[in-house]
């Protein structure tokens, strides 16, 4: 059974900084595709960023390029994100997720296994 669990979160100020990480069990951590999603109260699930197996390429949406960096460590099987300037429109629950492929997707469907989150809050 698969399992993925989130920590890090909590409550930072404005302009300050995060690093999230993300433990799997269960899978063949390596072989996958490892993204970070987001949602916010009231919202719809936001895609953040993404990571391919090795770790070789990665993406991010634009209100978080140049803030936020998506890594991995394979011989640990988990995925971070390292959030700098946090704004207040990054408060969130933040979830890692696994897939196969550049998936940018803003349903949970799209992702093949997800985490409970860890909750994110920014505030000035």
């Known amino acids: 059974q698969s399992l993925m669990v989130e920590s890090g979160g909590g409550l930072a100020q404005t302009g300050g900084s995060l690093n999230l990480s993300c433990v799997v069990v269960g899978f063949t951590f390596r072989n996958y595709w490892m993204y970070w999603v987001r949602q916010a109260p009231g919202k719809g699930l936001e895609w953040v960023a993404n990571?391919?197996?090795?770790?070789?390429?990665?993406a991010y949406r634009d209100s978080v390029e140049g803030r936020f960096t998506i890594s991995r460590d394979n011989a640990k099987n988990t995925v971070f994100l390292q959030m700098n300037n946090l704004k207040d429109e990054d408060t969130a629950m933040y979830h890692c997720a696994s897939g196969d492929g550049d998936i940018r997707g803003h349903t949970w469907l799209q992702y093949e296994t997800w985490g409970q989150g860890t909750q994110v809050t920014v505030s000035s």
């Open positions: 990571i391919s197996p090795s770790g070789a390429t990665t």
